[in-house]
């Protein structure tokens, strides 16, 4: 059967722009066009004209039921779907979607994360329509359903989604990004976005093989597994031909997503064996954040269609390279112009230093955010190995940037010779934005024309640490804004007084400055001198978020409340701890179930095979008789392994929910570690038909 060519099938399930001009009048149009940027309210009249054509589109297109998609605090979606047909007032059907259906909702908030602010009982919420991210169908067997991007608000109008607080960090960071190009003279600019690209790492699974596994199925990696032979080292996975079982997946994947407005415009094979990636287009902010959702939602979907399983966990198998969500990001004015890439005028060179400085400073003083933002159970095992970075959060600039940014008031300033690089102190070189290397150990890298942050996980939605950077750098315009305007208040233009406020935002910011491998030891204890280590375990990092300099910060700029930060908080360090739990329950399991048999029939065949032998006599250290020796040793190490995880289960069931989280932390997790060492070296002893679960070797396997 051929398939409809992409571009015939692009947007066809997304009411976008073309979409909406197709179906609306041209002045509901504009009025809509106009609330989505922000120029005027949404009324009840303009909801109920876009409502009618969504509705009609919608049906068009197959769809049968209606549903407020959210982003709740467990980083998944959300959706309570209703019915487009209802019976009329004759008992005939008709197709029922009104404008105060489509701009507000009421799902029941009752059994959502709430860090414990709303009771069982108290069961009210709502959602309201985020006419800025295009609503889209999601089509099943026998129709569809219309979803609209939405934020989810507690009935006291605390928010219960990561939605809100990115669309307050987003707003934070334009109005503070206006009043730097105003400065500049650039009143024609009337809005900037904040443009994101994720990247997004994944593992996929024989499914059969996989499902053989607790852990998998229910912690979404490994809890044991001896290191295969053959695993990374050779470097043949990385960007080598995909196999066919999985480009056949990653196009039924990228159609789909096409369908849905989402481009697909990269996959690859990644480092470690079965590992892949995706990356879609550079979009808005808050586009981006959904369609990432979009895009992971679509993946488990199709996955089970094609008999795989599908990984997002951060650090599925030990000792390879685990999956992160690389987030690109930059800002775009109005009129097309990527406010952090150089120019060929003295000009727009300021501007560009200015906001590269704004960020660099802004991460200087808030690192601690973009910290507790990225601070999940999966990262724990993930950041600072195999091509991730560390939990250190530092800024690469590039060398050739960094000298450019620290000597700026130095006469004798030495660059390399390069035409594009002539500079004096009257005015700026005309900068290549990819005069740097790309620094694959550096959580904060700039990469040209856009900022790579590398240290979110891949099962992460990106909002949060989207918001968290949106904040920081938000913060930084504003003290670069504050530092131009009273350089000004002489007359001075202030494109001349600004490169003196950027010398002034990279000396006060250059702690975070750093151009080496973030890996070292070196580097480690440099970043502690320079005050960068702040928490070393997760549940300190997601303390982090309750630092009194962090919550009087993001209140200011209007993103979350001290209380929602508390929420927030406390939710955060649940999931984890949670995440932890499970996985002591698992291992616990798998012991009992599965590896202490396993010993046990091997003990038995061994003790069979050695009396068959009719009474040979074997020295008391022959190796035969050592290996049985080592496996009854085995048994009993992990015996006595699995009665102090049990005591530490229990234990943890008695404390509160931060003390059990640094119990999990400092004592399951070595464990659990000891634990697998052991099991690991049974594995690699005990005949592969009587170990109970696939092992390395064939799980990283996929056929053509």
């Keep these: ?83 487009f047909t209802m019976p009329g007032p004759d008992g005939a059907p008709v197709d029922v979607f009104r404008g105060k259906d489509l701009v507000q909702g009421e799902p029941d908030a009752s059994s959502f994360p709430s860090g414990g602010r709303r009771s069982t009982f108290e069961a009210r919420g709502y959602s309201a329509w985020d006419p800025s991210s295009p609503a889209f169908i999601v089509k099943s067997p026998k129709g569809g359903t219309l979803c609209i991007p939405s934020v989810f608000l507690s009935y006291d109008g605390t928010p219960l989604d990561l939605k809100t607080p990115l669309l307050r960090a987003l707003d934070a960071l334009e109005a503070r990004s206006l009043r730097v190009l105003k400065l500049f003279g650039q009143r024609g ?44 080292k050779l470097d043949h996975h990385y960007m080598g031909a995909v196999p066919n079982r999985v480009i056949s997946y990653m196009d039924d994947v990228a159609r789909e997503l096409a369908a849905l407005g989402v481009p697909v415009t990269t996959r690859h094979n990644e480092v470690a064996r079965c590992q892949f990636e995706f990356a879609p287009l550079f979009t ?83 690192h601690s955010l973009l910290q507790a933002g990225t601070a999940t159970a999966g990262n724990m095992f993930r950041l600072g190995g195999h091509e991730a970075p560390p939990s250190i959060i530092s800024v690469y600039l590039g060398q050739t940037l960094t000298d450019l940014l620290t000597q700026l008031d130095k006469a004798d300033l030495k660059l390399p010779d390069r035409d594009q690089l002539d500079i ?25 024309d856009k900022f790579e942050f590398r240290a979110p996980g891949a099962s992460q939605s990106i909002a949060l640490p989207v918001t968290m950077f949106a904040s ?83 209140e200011r700029l209007g993103v979350l409340k001290s209380a929602e930060l508390d929420m927030l908080h406390e939710i955060r360090m649940e999931s984890f701890e949670k995440a932890l739990e499970i996985e002591v329950s698992i291992l616990y399991d798998m012991l009992w179930e599965g590896v202490l048999p396993a010993i046990s029939k091997q003990l038995v065949l061994e003790k069979k095979s050695l009396s068959a032998l009719d009474g040979a006599d074997f020295p008391e250290g022959a190796p035969w008789k050592k290996y049985i020796h080592s496996l009854g040793a085995a048994k009993g190490e992990l015996i006595s392994q699995a009665e102090k995880l049990a005591a ?20 399951a997790v070595p464990l659990m570690d000891s634990i697998r060492a052991t099991c690991d070296a049974m594995e690699l002893v005990i005949a592969e038909d009587i170990w109970p679960y696939p092992i390395y070797r064939n799980l990283l396997s996929l056929s053509a």
């Design 472 to 554: 920081v750098w938000a913060w930084g315009l504003e003290q670069l804004a504050d530092m131009i305007e009273g350089r000004a208040q002489s007359g001075a233009d202030p494109i001349d007084v600004a490169l003196d406020a950027v010398k002034e935002a990279v000396k006060r910011g250059s702690s975070v400055l750093f151009e080496g491998d973030a890996y070292t030891k070196e580097w480690h204890d440099e970043a502690k001198k320079r005050g960068l280590i702040e928490a070393v375990t997760m549940p300190e990092k997601i303390d982090l978020f309750l630092k009194p300099k962090n919550k009087e910060m993001l």
């Design 648 to 667: 530490l289960k229990e234990k943890a069931g008695k404390t509160d929910m931060r003390k059990r989280a640094d119990l999990l932390v400092k004592d």
């Design 284 to 366: 808005d902010a808050n586009t981006a954040c959904d369609q990432n959702q979009l895009m992971m939602e679509t993946m488990r979907k199709l996955a089970r269609g094609h008999d795989l399983r599908l990984l997002f966990h951060e650090k599925p198998f030990a000792g390879m390279n685990g999956s992160g969500k690389h987030i690109n990001i930059s800002l775009m004015d109005n009129e097309g112009r990527n406010l952090l890439k150089a120019g060929g005028n003295h000009r727009r060179n300021v501007v560009f230093l200015t906001f590269l400085s704004a960020l660099v400073l802004g991460v200087s003083e808030y």
């Design 189 to 232: 600019v009337r809005s900037v976005r904040m443009t994101v690209g994720a990247e997004q790492e994944y593992f996929l699974l024989d499914r059969p093989r996989a499902q053989l596994r607790p852990d998998i199925r229910f912690c979404g990696r490994t809890l044991i597994g001896a290191q295969p032979a053959k695993d990374q």
């Design 424 to 448: 004096g102190l009257a005015k700026l070189p005309t900068l290549t934005p990819y005069d740097c290397d790309r620094n694959r150990t550096s959580p904060v890298a700039f990469t040209g």
């Design 1 to 83: 059967m051929e398939h409809p060519k992409m571009r015939e099938v692009f947007g066809s399930l997304s009411f976008n722009r073309a979409a909406m001009k197709e179906r609306l009048n041209p002045e509901i149009y504009d009025r809509l066009i106009a609330a989505i940027e922000g120029r005027q309210k949404l009324d009840s009249a303009l909801a109920d004209a876009v409502a009618i054509a969504m509705r009609d589109w919608a049906l068009e297109h197959g769809a049968t039921y209606w549903a407020h998609w959210f982003h709740p605090l467990t980083e998944l979606t959300a959706e309570k779907h209703l019915s």
